[in-house]
Nanobody
Framework: QVQLEESGGGLVQPGGSLRLSCAAS????????MGWYRQAPGKEREFVAG??????????NYADSVKGRVTISRDKSKNTVSLQMNSLKPEDTAVYYC??????????????WGQGTQVTVSS
């Protein structure tokens, strides 16, 4: 079992920045991919960014809606992934969920989910 805990959400003005973090615990060795999804009011949960890794390299994917404005990163020593979000827009307002799994399944059907952290972009 893997437990995921998000942090870093809050209220930020349009154009501002926010950094979300997700800490994995439990059988963290069983995952090699983590990512972020979000769900805005009245909308389906959507993929935001993901990262997977192997013995050779790591790979990142971003939704078109956030590409160029967000960066996903990993600190393997702490079993955490972070999502640095810049130039935030009101449409970025959502509950952001951390996800984990193996390989490309994180892009579609993650095995593990965090409880979510609220991000509100408003003046």
């Amino acid at each position: 079992q893997v437990q995921l805990e998000e942090s870093g959400g809050g209220l930020v003005q349009p154009g501002g920045s926010l950094r979300l973090s997700c800490a994995a615990s439990g059988s963290a060795f069983s995952i090699n991919a983590m990512g972020w999804y979000r769900q805005a009011p009245g909308k389906e949960r959507e993929f935001v960014a993901g990262m997977r890794w192997n013995n050779i390299a790591s790979y990142s994917n971003y939704a078109d809606s956030v590409k160029g404005r967000v960066t996903i990163s990993r600190d393997k020593s702490k079993n955490t992934v972070s999502l640095q979000m810049n130039s935030l827009k009101p449409e970025d307002t959502a509950v952001y969920y951390c996800a984990a799994g193996r390989d490309r399944e994180v892009l579609t059907t993650p095995a593990y989910w965090g409880q979510g952290t609220q991000v509100t972009v408003s003046s």
